[in-house]
């Protein structure tokens, strides 16, 4: 079962404290992996475990027992990218264009690198930072690229109406009612 709700993928994951229970939790996630739809990468606390565990699989399996960027490019490329625990949706982020991993059940410094001629690397550079964000409570949505909409509609009183849109759907509601949903990054401001 996926975790959906963001307040618990909001949670700051532990430390596992020996590779036996980090492979544990591994398995488990690449199990669930395989079974999702077009998944490519897991990390344990969308699965209810708040391990520093998680599974890319791109090119091939591989498990990331308490990982650490120690490297990181500063320029970073531009990516859509979805995510298990949010189906349906899709973020423009800023991932960085090149980052040095460590963890540990991987000897040697792991490199991700967008800037080959092989997409594939693009998707597992960007993958293993979602995941390693995913373990420090990060999601997508925080690596938009685009400024979220919210931040202009500050003045808005609580009892003014607004429109807000999903994409598919538009809802005309007092801007309390609203703020939660366009907060939750769901919903957008379709006109004050
Ligand atoms: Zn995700």
């Known amino acids: ?33 395989t079974e999702s739809e077009n998944g490519i990468g897991l990390a344990a606390n ?63 410094k792991l490199s991700f690198s967008a800037e080959s001629e092989d997409i594939n690397d693009a998707f597992e550079c960007a993958c293993v930072q979602h995941e390693i964000d995913h373990l420090d409570g990060i999601t997508m949505f925080d690596r938009a690229m685009v400024a979220q909409p919210h931040r202009a509609t500050e003045k808005i009183g609580r009892n003014d109406k607004v429109t807000i849109t999903d994409g598919k759907e538009t809802k005309e509601l007092k801007w309390k009612k609203a703020q939660p949903l366009v907060e939750s990054g769901d919903w957008e401001m379709a006109s004050v």
């Open 46 to 108: 969308q699965i209810g475990i708040n391990k520093r565990v998680c599974v890319i699989n791109v090119k091939e399996p591989l498990v990331l027992i308490n990982p650490k960027i120690v490297k990181q490019s500063e320029e970073q490329f531009m990516f859509a990218e979805g995510c298990l625990s949010f189906p349906g949706k899709h973020v423009r982020t800023g991932r960085h264009v090149s980052v040095v991993v460590e963890a540990d059940n991987h000897e040697g």
């Open 1 to 33: 079962m996926i975790i959906t709700e963001e307040t618990k993928l909001r949670l700051m994951c532990e430390e596992v404290k020996t590779i036996k229970e980090g492979e544990d939790i591994g398995a488990q996630l690449l199990k669930e992996l």
